[in-house]
């Protein structure tokens, strides 16, 4: 059974940054592409940024690109958001998935396996 949990969440004011964390157990990472995607209240879930297997390319959805930065680090089994210049338009529930066959997808389902979220605040 694979199991992904998301930690780092929070409140924090526009300008602000956070890190999210999601821990996978049950099997390792190597094998799997990996991605962040979030969800506003009243919006569908939307791709936020992926990674592939060997972490040698990273996808970025435009509206954050330059200022988050997706890593990897399999000998952990932890997948890595690093959030910097955070927008009151950032606030969602933050999501990380994975994906055992294929590269990384924009859609939600190309992933198998999900985290249950953490939510992040940014106020302005």
């Known amino acids: 059974q694979v199991q992904l949990v998301e930690s780092g969440g929070g409140w924090v004011q526009a300008g602000g940054s956070l890190r999210l964390s999601c821990g996978v157990s049950g099997r390792t990472i190597s094998g799997y592409a990996m991605a962040w995607f979030r969800q506003a209240p009243g919006r569908e879930r939307e791709f936020v940024a992926g990674?592939?297997?060997?972490?040698?390319?990273?996808y970025y959805a435009d509206r954050v690109k330059g200022r988050f930065t997706i890593s990897r680090d399999n000998a952990k089994n932890t997948l890595y958001l690093q959030m910097n210049s955070l927008k009151p338009d950032d606030t969602a529930v933050y999501y990380c998935?994975?994906?055992?066959?294929?590269?990384?997808?924009?859609?939600?389902?190309?992933?198998?396996?999900w985290g249950r979220g953490t939510q992040v605040t940014v106020t302005s």
């Open positions: 990674i592939i297997r060997n972490s040698t390319r990273t």
């Open positions: 998935a994975a994906r055992i066959n294929g590269g990384v997808g924009s859609s939600a389902g190309d992933y198998g396996y």
